[in-house]
């Protein structure tokens, strides 16, 4: 079962903000009111054109409707993560859709502000935002920062480090990913992939590799790993995201990039001959444990 959008709840806000009835709005979205009003008393689901006209009003009259239902939520608990999602959460969460070959592996990928997951669907056509709430009761957690072992963890769990499979630093990673129900760590975007294969290719040192990401995280991922850990996520809301908010959110990605374009460079230049190579770290491991 798929969660619905709270489409009437949020028409009822909307007529808050603007002080007007529920026909009256319908008559400035262009939408006959009967075609409101029947969600109101028949427990139906609006068509995808419905949901887009109404949140692609609510959009571009300058209500920032999801940003205000998340300051709700704030009020009332201590943690809200997000979940950006590009088809859709049906039924439990569950470890069983999740792929292997991203930043932490296998795992349900939340983050800590909305803008972050807002980025992540800026691309999709139905791509919509969960609201959860989290307890961190007698869950074992992994904290991380732009590290030496953020870097080859990463790289290990995208498949970048399979040559070093028998040494100790690689076991220890595989131990730490195993060994905590959640894991808190920066995001690394597709551009600094070029930055890890940098490293793994021994073109850069591991100094020169985590300045450069530093520059560029996007903010921080908790990832559940663990069915333990997911008993503690409480799906508050599913929030629509319309055409508009999901175009202004690529722009401003885009320009982050172009932003950001120099970051990799200089650090390049101002870290070199600092830090390990990539056969450096793994030096003398290579022939057994």
């Not at 139906?44 to 571009?60: A, M, T, W």
């Not at 959110?249 to 070199?272: F, G």
Request: aromatic share 12%.
């Amino acid at each position: 079962m798929c969660m619905k959008y709270k489409f009437t709840n949020d028409i009822d806000i909307v007529c808050k903000y603007l002080k007007v009835s529920r026909e009256k709005l319908a008559e400035k979205i262009d939408i006959p009111f009967e075609t409101i009003s029947r969600f109101f008393t028949k427990d139906n689901e609006p068509s995808n054109d419905l949901l887009e006209k109404f949140y692609s009003f609510v959009y571009d009259h300058g209500i920032q409707l999801n940003q205000k239902k998340i300051e709700r939520y704030q009020q009332n608990h201590n943690v809200l993560l997000f979940h950006g999602s590009k088809e859709g959460i049906v039924g439990p969460i569950s470890l069983d859709y999740s792929r292997k070959n991203v930043d932490l592996g296998v795992g349900f990928y939340t983050g800590d502000n909305y803008n972050q997951s807002l980025e992540f669907i800026s691309q999709t056509a139905h791509g919509s935002i969960y609201v959860l709430d989290v307890r961190y009761t007698k869950l074992k957690i992994l904290n991380l920062d732009v590290s030496l072992d953020w870097l080859l963890m990463i790289a290990l769990c995208r498949g970048k480090l399979e040559k070093y499979s028998q040494t100790k630093t690689y076991q220890r990673i595989i131990e730490q990913l195993s060994s905590y129900d959640v894991i808190a760590a920066p995001i690394a975007d597709n551009r600094m992939f070029t930055t890890i294969d940098d490293f793994i290719n021994s073109a850069i040192s591991s100094e020169q590799a985590i300045h450069a990401m530093k520059d560029l995280s996007l903010g921080m991922q908790i990832v559940f790993k663990t069915k333990q850990s997911l008993k503690q996520l409480k799906v508050l809301e599913k929030l629509y995201v319309c055409s508009s908010e999901k175009a202004s959110a690529e722009l401003k990605k885009k320009q982050k990039i172009l932003d950001n374009d120099s970051y990799i460079s200089d650090a390049y230049a101002k870290y070199i001959r600092q830090g390990k190579y990539i056969s450096e770290i793994f030096e003398n491991e290579e022939n057994g444990l």
